[in-house]
C-alpha cells in the first residue's frame, strides 16, 4: 500500500541544516562502528568513506539503483539489497521513501542508517555535459600538518664518525607530517585528483627528494558511458568475487558486523588513498550491460623490497644472481637504508573477468598474472616452505553468488599456476523479519599462492587453513538485538613461531540495548583461543601452548540534547600465554559539543588505563581528522587525553585541531629505537583545511 503525501510534506518542514547535521551524524557512527572492530593504527578507509560523502551530496535513485551500486554503501546485507530491488519490480517505482518499511527483510535501525544517502524520484536519461563537471561537479582541496612535540631519537645529533659506520642511525628528514590533497567529483560519474604525502622522518624538496612530497598519486575516473561502465587511468583497485583471485583494497575481517565476513565485490573503483601498498598503477575498463560484464586491467609500478644477493645454489636460483628477501609495505623512506628499499622492483600485472549475470545471479571467471623484475628469495625456513618465490605467478578463479528466496549463496574457488587451489563457499539466510544467519567454509592449501587476495581468514594470508564461521543476528524486540559469531579452523602447516599444525576458535557475543531514541549501551564478549611455541625450554614432539585472550567491554552512549553527546566505556581484557597472564583495563570518558550560534564541533577524551604489558593491550577508536583513522593501542599503565576542535568557514572551507597526550605513569622510555622519547610523555598536534571550491 502506498503511504499518503502527508509524510512528504513533513519531511519538507526540516530544515537543511538539522538534515545535514543528522546525515553527518550517520557518517560518523559507521565509521566508528568500523573503527570499533578493527585492530590497526594504521587503516586507510579513504575510499570508503568517498562514497559515503558521494551519496550523501547525490543521494541513490531507489527507482533506477542495481545491487552493485546498492553494495558501495557498505551498509546492507546482499538479501536486503535484493529485496529493495525485487520490491520495486513487484509493485512499481517508489513513490515514498518510507515505502522502505513494507519490505519485511528492512528493520527499523536499517532504515535509519540508509535514508541520508538514497531517495525517490522520476527514471531519467540526462545527457552527459563536460562543462557540468567543471560548474556543477565538487572540487575539494585537503592540505594537513602534523607531528609528534617531543624530541625522537631518529631526529638527534649523530657525530659523523657514528654516521659513517650506521647511516641508519638518524633520519634523514624533519619530524613534519604533511598532505595535500585535491580531487573533482561530478556526481558518481567523473572523478579526477592527485595525493601527495610526506611521512614524519622523510626529506621535502632536498637531497633525495627533489621533488617534494615522497608520495604522489593521480587518477581519471570515468562511470556510465554507454557500454563502458567504468574506466580508469592512473591509480585504481581492483576487487572480484570474495577475494581470492584478485582483491587490493581494505577489507573488514570478523567484527560485530556478523554477517561481514561476506566480501562485497565492489569491482574497479579510483584509488584515492595515501597509503602506499595494494593499489594498481596504468588503466582498467569495465564494458557491459544488463546480462554480461568485461573487466580488464594492466598496472606497472616500481615497488619497495628488500633486495638481496643468491649466496647458494639451490633448484631455482643461481649463486650470485640478485632478487628480493621480502616486500616492504610500511611506506617509509627516512633513513638511508628504507631510501635502498625504495621502489626497488618492478611489478607488472595484468588480468580479466569475464561475468555472466542475472537479477538473481551473478558469476564470474576471473585471471590475473604478476611478474616481477627479480625473484621473490625467502631466507629459507621450515614455515616458508610453500610460499610464493619466484619472478611470476598466475591465478585464475571462479566466484558466484545467487538469490533463492530469503538464501544468498555466494563463494570463490581459485588455483595457482601450481595447480594447488584456495576455496571459501557460504551463504546468508534470512530466516524471518527478526533473524540472519551467515554460514562460511574456506579451505585453503597450504601449496596455494596468491599475490594480491583478501579472502575471508584467520591467519592474515589465504593458505595452509581451513575452517568454519557462523554468524547470528536476532533482532530480539524494537529496542534489543543479539549478535553472535563462532570462528574455527585449522592451520594445516607451520607458521611463523608455531612449529607444528596448529587449531584455534573464537567466540564473539554482543547485546544492543535502545534504551530511548537519545540512549544505547551494548554488551560484548569476545575470547579466542589459538597456539604457538612455548617461550620456555621443553622436549618432545608438541611443544606448543595455549594462547588465550578473554575480553569484556561495557559502553553506553547519550545523547544529552541536540547539542551533547556523551559515550563513556569499560572495557577488561586477559591474556594467558601457557601459565602465564596478564591483564589489562581500560576506563573512557567521551564528549562531543555542538554549538547553536557558531559553527564549531569539540570532541574531547580522558582516558585511563592498566595494562601488565603490550600482549593485554585494547584497542579504542578515537574521533580524528576527516580521512584520519586512529584506532591506537592502550598498554603500560598512564592516562590518554585528546581534544578536537571543528570549525565550519561557511560553506567553503572547514578546519580541524586537533591536541592529543600520552602520560605513562611506569615508563621513563616510550617507545624504542629511532622512535625512542626520553621520559613520559607523548604527544601530538595536527591541524587540518578543507577547502570547497
Not at 624530541?151 to 650506521?166: C, F, H, M, R, T
Not at 580531487?183 to 621535502?204: C, H, L, N, P, W
Amino acid at each position: 500500500m502506498k503511504l499518503s503525501g502527508l509524510i512528504v510534506l513533513l519531511l519538507a518542514a526540516i530544515s537543511a541544516r538539522a538534515q545535514d547535521d543528522e546525515r553527518q551524524k550517520v557518517i560518523e557512527r559507521r565509521i566508528e562502528f568500523i573503527g570499533e572492530n578493527l585492530e590497526d593504527s594504521d587503516l586507510d578507509l579513504t575510499a570508503f568513506l568517498d562514497e559515503l560523502y558521494q551519496y550523501l551530496e547525490s543521494p541513490i535513485n531507489l527507482n533506477q539503483t542495481h545491487f552493485e551500486e546498492l553494495s558501495r554503501l557498505h551498509l546492507l546485507s546482499d538479501v536486503q539489497m535484493q529485496a529493495i530491488i525485487n520490491y520495486r519490480k513487484n509493485y512499481g517505482a517508489f513513490i515514498s521513501i518510507y515505502e522502505l518499511n513494507a519490505i519485511e527483510q528492512l528493520d527499523e535501525l536499517t532504515i535509519e542508517m540508509i535514508l541520508p544517502f538514497v531517495t525517490v524520484g522520476d527514471v531519467l536519461e540526462t545527457k552527459f555535459q563536460w562543462k557540468e563537471v567543471l560548474t556543477r561537479g565538487k572540487h575539494e582541496i585537503f592540505t594537513r600538518y602534523d607531528r609528534v612535540i617531543q624530541q625522537k631519537a631518529g631526529y638527534l645529533d649523530v657525530p659523523d664518525s657514528i654516521l659513517a659506520e650506521n647511516p641508519n642511525k638518524k633520519y634523514l628528514g624533519s619530524p613534519d607530517h604533511l598532505y595535500f590533497r585535491y580531487r573533482t567529483q561530478y556526481k558518481d560519474r567523473v572523478s579526477m585528483g592527485i595525493t601527495a604525502e610526506k611521512d614524519a622522518g622523510e626529506q621535502f624538496f632536498n637531497s633525495t627528494q627533489k621533488t617534494g612530497f615522497d608520495y604522489y598519486s593521480g587518477h581519471l575516473f570515468l562511470k556510465d558511458f554507454g557500454v563502458i561502465k567504468k574506466l580508469a587511468v592512473g591509480d585504481f583497485q581492483l576487487g572480484f568475487g570474495q577475494g581470492l583471485t584478485m582483491w587490493s583494497s581494505f577489507q573488514m575481517g570478523k567484527s560485530a558486523d556478523v554477517m561481514a565476513a561476506k566480501r562485497m565485490s565492489l569491482g574497479l573503483r579510483p584509488y584515492t588513498s595515501a597509503n602506499e601498498s595494494r593499489y594498481l598503477r596504468g588503466s582498467a575498463i569495465t564494458l557491459g550491460n544488463d546480462r554480461a560484464e568485461l573487466t580488464a586491467f594492466g598496472s606497472y609500478r616500481r615497488i619497495d623490497a628488500n633486495v638481496v644477493q643468491v649466496d647458494t645454489v639451490n633448484d631455482s636460483f643461481e649463486s650470485g644472481s640478485s632478487g628480493f628477501s621480502s616486500f616492504q609495505t610500511s611506506g617509509y623512506h627516512r633513513t638511508p637504508g628504507e631510501m635502498a628499499d625504495k621502489r626497488a622492483i618492478r611489478e607488472g600485472m595484468g588480468g580479466i573477468e569475464v561475468a555472466l549475470k542475472g537479477e538473481k545471479f551473478r558469476i564470474g571467471l576471473a585471471s590475473v598474472y604478476t611478474q616481477y623484475d627479480q625473484a621473490l628469495i625467502q631466507n629459507p625456513s621450515h614455515y616458508n616452505q610453500h610460499e610464493f618465490a619466484s619472478r611470476h605467478l598466475l591465478v585464475s578463479g571462479i566466484n558466484y553468488r545467487a538469490f533463492v528466496r530469503n538464501v544468498s549463496v555466494f563463494g570463490e574457488t581459485s588455483v595457482s599456476d601450481n595447480f594447488h587451489i584456495g576455496t571459501v563457499n557460504g551463504l546468508t539466510w534470512h530466516i524471518d523479519p527478526r533473524v540472519d544467519l551467515i554460514a562460511l567454509h574456506r579451505y585453503y592449501d597450504k601449496k596455494f599462492q596468491s599475490l594480491y587476495s583478501a579472502g575471508f581468514a584467520e591467519g592474515g594470508t589465504n593458505s595452509a587453513e581451513q575452517g568454519i564461521y557462523l554468524g547470528f543476528l536476532a533482532r530480539l524486540t524494537k529496542g534489543m538485538s543479539f549478535s553472535a559469531y563462532y570462528d574455527q579452523w585449522n592451520r594445516t602447516y607451520l607458521k611463523y613461531l608455531t612449529d607444528d599444525y596448529s587449531v584455534g576458535r573464537e567466540i564473539f557475543t554482543q547485546l544492543d540495548f535502545r534504551l530511548s531514541r537519545s540512549a544505547k549501551l551494548y554488551l560484548r564478549f569476545r575470547n579466542k583461543s589459538t597456539e604457538q611455541n612455548s617461550r620456555d625450554d621443553v622436549t618432545g614432539i608438541k611443544d606448543q601452548v595455549e594462547l588465550n585472550k578473554t575480553g569484556l567491554r561495557l559502553h553506553y552512549e547519550q545523547q544529552v540534547n541536540s547539542r551533547i553527546t556523551l559515550k563513556t566505556r569499560i572495557e577488561w581484557v586477559r591474556y594467558k600465554y601457557g601459565s602465564q597472564m596478564s591483564n589489562g583495563l581500560l576506563m573512557f570518558q567521551d564528549i562531543g559539543l555542538s554549538f547553536k550560534k557558531i559553527p564549531l564541533k569539540i570532541f574531547g577524551r580522558y582516558a585511563i588505563f592498566d595494562s601488565d604489558d603490550y600482549d593485554s593491550r585494547i584497542y579504542a577508536y578515537e574521533n580524528d581528522l576527516l580521512y584520519v583513522f586512529s584506532i591506537p593501542s592502550y598498554y603500560y599503565r598512564g592516562q590518554r587525553a585528546y581534544l578536537m576542535f571543528k570549525y565550519e568557514i561557511g560553506r567553503w572551507a572547514d578546519v580541524w585541531i586537533r591536541w592529543g597526550i600520552w602520560s605513562y605513569e611506569n615508563r621513563d622510555v616510550i617507545s624504542s629505537g629511532l622512535e625512542e622519547i626520553t621520559g613520559n610523555r607523548k604527544s601530538d598536534i595536527k591541524i587540518q583545511l578543507k577547502i570547497r571550491l
